[in-house]
């Protein structure tokens, strides 16, 4: 049982998957940016060359989703995060001596497989078997690391990039995951509070020798089969595309319509904050209001974030946009891990995550596709910002209809070792 008087052990959990977030996922996914030109200078490649890697880590990250949400289950959580940190790590090694455009397709399998296998997926499977109380609360601090990685990391690997070359900076982000996230695998973290002695918070039945914890929930195979699952994963995929199409379009929007450089920069710096802060408060309301009330004000965040960025030329409308976009990008973060569980049971979550994990990489990597289709219309940034505004309502529908048709909960538990990871 959970001991009076002492830290519970899940915030062990909280503060490692959050450093995971830092330094797994904020390098993999905020920090592309700043190695595109050094790289792509040097070894002359055409930037759209060169960023062909990043779909390739996204698909990668699709079809390993379900594999890793499958192995947690099988191997003993130590060596599995150790496994996929060092893959995670291998890739940003590989990047380091790359000399040709397939080096860097080749290592971007490895991206996505450390991405989704090494942070996306362990850090929600952890905190939901961990947390049945304060769920959201935790999530949000958990996963908000890609935001505080975002922040920390960028000077830094600026610095490294401006003083050593680009090289370096791939090579000490390797490094640096591998030092900082295996020790915390090995030694911090355990799958379930069973494997400490304990419960999950907020659960109060005492544990036998014969049942270890409960877990509860729609069985794999029924959750599959339902409406529920499938609009919520096109929810979700939707969502990929109204929170990915501004970021990798935001400076040459921000560009068109006259924006000046220090306003540019200053929408970067508050974007990345924001995600900090969007990410604990949306964790915080689903655990307050619910999963309709916190959905609809996700996507109205991005909706109003939508119509701000319209008028980003001047100062108050871009700190706005700044500000309703935090609560946006919580769509393919916070969301999915929160509302799969609450809506299909903690019983095979990894499992079940997996799979929707598949279509938070397949919204990131049909977005470049999608949103330079629209562009190519009429060459204007303006007609995509119309058609997010509409995906933003489609998305909101389609989560309502998700959690309306949801099956109904088995409330039957099985022994941990059958059914938890």
């Avoid at 600026?158 to 000490?172: C, E, M, P, Q």
């Avoid at 976009?325 to 973060?333: D, F, I, K, Y």
Wanted: net charge positive; with cysteine.
């Amino acid at each position: 049982m959970n001991k009076k008087g002492k830290v519970f052990y899940g915030w062990w959990i909280v503060a490692a998957t959050f450093m995971i977030m830092t330094l797994i996922y904020a390098p993999i996914a905020n920090l592309v940016s700043l190695f595109t030109l050094p790289v792509t200078n040097e070894l002359g490649f055409g930037i759209p060359q060169f960023m062909v890697y990043y779909t390739i880590m996204a698909l990668a990250g699709m079809a390993v989703g379900p594999i890793a949400g499958k192995l947690m289950k099988k191997m003993d959580i130590r060596l599995y995060l150790t496994l996929f940190i060092v893959i995670g790590a291998s890739a940003f090694v590989g990047f380091s001596f790359a000399t040709k455009l397939i080096h860097f397709y080749l290592f971007a399998i490895l991206m996505g497989a450390g991405l989704i296998g090494g942070a996306a997926i362990p850090a929600s499977v952890l905190i939901t078997n961990w947390f049945n109380e304060k769920r959201g609360l935790c999530l949000g601090i958990a996963l908000s690391g890609s935001g505080f990685g975002g922040i920390i990391l960028s000077p830094l690997v600026n610095w490294l990039i401006t003083a050593y070359g680009w090289r370096s900076a791939y090579l000490a982000i390797g490094v640096l995951i591998v030092v900082v996230l295996v020790p915390l695998a090995v030694f911090v973290i355990r799958l379930n509070p069973a494997d400490k002695g304990l419960l999950p918070l907020g659960e109060a039945k005492p544990l036998n020798s014969a049942q270890r914890t409960v877990f509860t929930g729609t069985p794999q195979g029924e959750t599959f089969k339902s409406l529920s699952f499938w609009a919520l994963c096109l929810a979700i995929t939707i969502g990929g595309i109204v929170v990915n199409s501004m970021l990798i379009n935001l400076a040459p929007y921000l560009n068109e319509i006259g924006t000046t450089a220090k306003t540019a920069a200053l929408l970067l710096s508050l974007g990345s904050a924001m995600v900090i802060v969007g990410k604990l408060l949306i964790g915080r309301l689903f655990d307050r209001l619910g999963l309709t009330a916190t959905l609809l004000i996700i996507s109205a965040g991005s909706l109003v974030s939508f119509l701000f960025l319209m008028n980003a030329n001047l100062l108050l409308p871009a700190i706005l946009y700044g500000a309703f976009s935090g609560l946006g990008a919580t769509t393919v973060t916070v969301t999915p891990a929160y509302i799969t569980g609450a809506l299909y049971g903690e019983r095979e979550f990894g499992a079940k995550y997996g799979i929707v994990s598949i279509f938070i990489s397949l919204g990131a990597a049909i977005t470049p596709i999608i949103s330079g289709a629209i562009y190519n219309i009429n060459h204007s940034y303006g007609l995509l910002l119309h058609v997010l505004i509409v995906l933003s309502v489609v998305q909101f529908v389609l989560f309502f209809v998700a959690i309306k048709t949801k099956p109904k909960l088995d409330l039957h538990s099985d022994n941990l070792k059958e059914e938890a990871f």
